[in-house]
C-alpha cells in the first residue's frame, strides 16, 4: 500500500502563499505522475496542477502564472507554490499519485488539505 501525507494547508488573505506538500511512502512502489486536485463545496473535483515522472507540467488555466509544481524524487514528495491567492482558490486540495508495482498502475489520494483564501 501507499501512504500519503499531506500538509500546509491553512487561511491566507487574498495574494498571499502557501505551499502544499504531499510524501509518498510505499515499498516496491515506483511513483510515476503526481498532482493536485481541488474540491470546492458544491463543485466537482478538479485537477489544478500534475508533474510526470518526465518532469512535464501541466495546470488548469485558473492557476497559471501563480502556481508551481515541484517535485523531490529522493524524498518522493510534490508540492505545490501558490502564489497570488483568491478566494476562488479555496477548497479542499488533493495530492494524487499514480505508482507502478509488480506492473500494475495504481492510483492514490490524499486525505486532503484545506485551503481558505479569505479577507
Known amino acids: 500500500q501507499v501512504q500519503l501525507v499531506e500538509s500546509g494547508g491553512g487561511l491566507v488573505q487574498p495574494g498571499g502563499s502557501l505551499r502544499l506538500s504531499c510524501a509518498a511512502s510505499g515499498n516496491g512502489f515506483a511513483f510515476t505522475a503526481m498532482g493536485w486536485y481541488r474540491q470546492a463545496p458544491g463543485k466537482q473535483r478538479e485537477l489544478v496542477a500534475t508533474?510526470?515522472?518526465?518532469?512535464?507540467?501541466n495546470y488548469v488555466d485558473s492557476v497559471k502564472g501563480r502556481f508551481t509544481i515541484s517535485r523531490d524524487n529522493a524524498k518522493n514528495t510534490v508540492y505545490l507554490q501558490m502564489n497570488s491567492l483568491k478566494p476562488e482558490d479555496t477548497a479542499a486540495y488533493y495530492c494524487?499519485?499514480?505508482?507502478?508495482?509488480?506492473?500494475?498502475?495504481?492510483?492514490?489520494w490524499g486525505q486532503g488539505t484545506q485551503v481558505t483564501v479569505s479577507s
Open positions: 508533474d510526470t515522472s518526465a518532469g512535464r507540467t
Open positions: 494524487n499519485v499514480k505508482a507502478f508495482r509488480l506492473g500494475f498502475l495504481y492510483e492514490y
